[in-house]
Every structure is written in C-alpha cells, then in structure tokens.
C-alpha cells in the first residue's frame, strides 16, 4: 500500500501538470511598449476595424518581438480568422487547429500560437510566406493576410 500511493500522486501530479502550465498569464507589458511607435499604428489599426484584441496590441507586439516574428503578423492572422476576436471560440483568435484549440486566455493564446510559429519543427526559419502557406494552404490566405499586414503599417519597419 505504501507504494502504491507515492506511485499514484506521481501519476496525478504528472496528468494535472499539463493543464497547471496553461493557466499561468504572461505579465502584461503595456508599459513596456508605450512609447513604441507600433504600438500607436496597430492601436489605430485595431480601432479603425473595431476590434476587440485592441486591449491586446501589446501583447502582439511582445510575443512577436519574443519570437522574431513580423510584428504585423498573428495581429493579421487574427483578424483574418476571427475578426481579431469577434467570432473566436474558447481564446483563440487565430483559428487554430481549425478553430478547435482552446486557450486559457488570449493573451496565452497570443504567446502559444507565435512560440508555435517561431519555434515548432513545421514552422520555423520560414519567412513570412513560408508561414503563411502551411497555416492555411489555400491558395487566396497568405494574399489576405499580407494585406491586412500593409493596412496595418506598409513595411515592418516604422
């Protein structure tokens, strides 16, 4: 009896470890990017569409810079796959695993899906395209998205 109790927490412990790690929030980093001029261009952006991922700008622009993405991009996929929040289900505003992910809030959905982006063995050391191709192969997607990016700022640099 006495080993099979260890043996069943470790069990526990293990399953319920998962599940632990998708709650933790990010910290916020308004803060961090008030004086950044993206921050004012996606803000605007956002606002002009009436969107609900502008309290969000931030975030986009933190965990783009956190994984070296074009910092126009998950704002852009967003919106192309949710309406930057009006229609995603269950946090998640990218439409991933075709809408069926759920995340414990959109700002974690935020930093999950551009980790993914950046760093997952499908993804990464692809450029913009590459991206964009194998996120939703349909031959119009990478062209949507790649608008968006330009009515967002017309080059990633400001």
Request: hydrophobic letters at 40%.
């Amino acid at each position: 009896m006495k080993k099979i109790l260890p043996l069943a927490f470790t069990i526990a412990v293990t399953l319920a470890a998962p599940a632990m790690l998708t709650r933790i929030e990010p910290p916020t980093v308004q803060s961090e990017y008030k004086n950044d001029p993206r921050l004012e261009s996606l803000k605007r952006f956002f606002q002009a569409v009436d969107c609900p991922a502008f309290d969000l700008s931030a975030e986009f622009l933190k965990a783009a810079d956190s994984h070296k993405l074009d910092w126009r991009l998950l704002p852009s996929i967003s919106l192309v796959e949710s309406g930057g929040g009006r229609e995603g289900r269950n946090n998640n505003l990218f439409g991933w695993d075709a809408g069926k992910a759920a995340f414990a809030s959109k700002r974690a959905g935020i930093y999950d899906v551009a980790g993914r982006l950046a760093h997952s063995k499908l993804y990464r050391d692809k450029d913009v395209d590459g991206i964009l191709r194998l996120y939703n192969p349909s031959a119009d997607y990478a062209g949507i998205v790649k608008s968006v990016m330009r009515r967002i700022s017309p080059t990633e640099k400001l």
